[in-house]
């Protein structure tokens, strides 16, 4: 199957991608993976499947290391090497930034010059993904392709000076989304310094700058002022779970699910309700003022739903992968930020349940707990920090925006039915 046939591009060779670069399997022989003796005072960057899907083009960060021992059992990359997964969300690619490991869930790809580009090759990829998982859907590779396979594939492929005009373009297009990210990021950044020195260190503006009657608390595992509750997660004064359950279902609504989400922000297009994602398992709907974090152990997604981003959201249905809370509007962006918090994803993932993959229930869910400071320390936070998130989310509309055009670029570049002199 070439993937890019057209009447437009005719001219252009059918290559196997083997005769473009050098294909190599990403190692890491130690069992279990995440054995300590591999990791302690490290200083080898690694990544896994994931943050290769997080990335936009480039994968810039990483959340472990490897030592000299755990080197060993592995390989360091080098920057610029473009990475394929070949297990989960197959078919992601992001360039590496700087030299990293990453483990035989990854493929790395490295171009022959005078053929092609990481770069070019990583928009390869973009463009016949949805193409790549529809094909094996249903065969004995779904959940896990092989580098033999990823060899194989053909693509026609233009000459390498109209790859390089491609590339510059749709370059420029990715800069931007790469940009409006990292200033998202500096703005939750903002919010999660002011949440810290609020409710953390508890010096809170107008309140004699830092309250001093402090107590400790045994369901928090912390000293908080004494005058403040401690409540269950499920149901308590700003917050209660939304059961599941959807009334007039609609298939023609957008699909949602954990996977789409890159810690706070939605990182893919969602997809229409089908075979492959039937109703069954999309039974939540946004409402406004609502915070929907995922239910998956070791698995920090949440989304925010306020007045604004109910614009964007309200189309959407989500997975049974999410858990929502009904917010006081007051609290929403405080409940954000306290759900955002390690200490909460610990809590979270220490009552997780499940033989194959763990996730937690409304029972689980019971067992955690809230702060819940006074209604008038809530209003000042939510008015100090309503607007950056609803910067973050114009942002995030811009990126979506972007993307389409990127992608819309991308399909009529592979298929030749638009050139650049």
């Known amino acids: 199957m070439i993937f890019n046939d057209s009447k437009f591009n005719k001219s252009w060779k059918i290559k196997r991608l083997d005769n473009l670069g050098e294909f190599g399997r990403g190692k890491s022989k130690h069992r279990p993976r995440d054995d300590i003796k591999l990791f302690k005072d490290g200083n080898f960057p690694l990544i896994q499947t994931g943050d290769v899907t997080n990335s936009n083009l480039y994968i810039l960060n990483h959340k472990s ?19 394929i997964t070949i297990a989960a969300n197959i078919a992601e690619t992001g360039i590496l930034s700087y030299p990293m490991c990453f483990p035989d869930s990854v493929v790395g790809f490295t171009a022959h010059k005078e ?33 033999e396979f990823l060899q194989s594939l053909e693509f026609r492929i233009p000459l390498k000076s109209d790859q390089d005009k491609i590339n510059k373009l749709l370059y420029s297009i990715d800069s931007k989304i790469e940009n409006l990210n990292m200033i998202n990021e500096e703005l939750q950044n903002i919010a999660k310094t002011i949440y810290n020195y609020w409710f953390i260190q508890f010096k809170i503006p107008k309140t004699k700058n830092k309250i001093q009657n402090l107590k400790w608390n045994e369901k928090l595992k912390r000293k908080i002022p004494e005058n ?62 609502s915070i929907w974090f995922a239910k998956m152990k070791e698995s920090k997604k949440i989304l925010l739903v306020d007045d604004y981003s109910n614009e964007y959201l309200e189309s959407f249905i989500l997975s049974t992968g999410f858990a929502g809370l009904k917010c006081k509007n007051s609290a929403l962006t405080y409940i954000w930020n306290f759900i955002n918090d390690e200490n909460f994803e610990l809590n979270k993932d220490n009552k997780c349940l499940g033989a194959t993959q763990e996730a937690i229930n409304n029972d689980g869910i019971s067992y955690l707990n809230i702060l819940i400071p006074p209604d008038y320390i809530l209003d000042m936070f939510s008015f100090k920090t309503k607007p950056i998130y609803k910067k973050i989310y114009k942002n995030q509309l811009l990126i979506h925006e ?20």
């Open 115 to 147: 053929q092609t580009s990481e770069i070019f090759m990583h928009y390869i990829f973009t463009y016949i993904r949805k193409s790549l998982k529809e094909t094996i859907v249903g065969s004995s590779i779904q959940d896990n392709i092989n580098i």
């Open 65 to 83: 290391c490897y030592n000299d021992y755990g080197l060993k059992q592995s390989k360091l990359w080098k920057k610029g090497t473009l990475c």
């Open 228 to 289: 403040w509750k401690v409540q269950n997660l499920k149901k308590n004064d700003i917050s209660e779970i939304i059961n599941s359950g959807i009334k007039n279902f609609n298939n023609k609504k957008n699909y949602l699910t954990t996977s789409d989400i890159k810690d706070t922000r939605i990182n893919h297009f969602p997809k229409k309700i089908n075979f492959y994602n039937r109703e069954s398992r999309a039974n939540m709907q946004p409402i406004i003022n």
């Open 402 to 421: 972007y993307v389409k055009l990127r992608d819309s670029l991308l399909s009529l570049f592979m298929t030749g039915q638009i050139r650049l002199n």
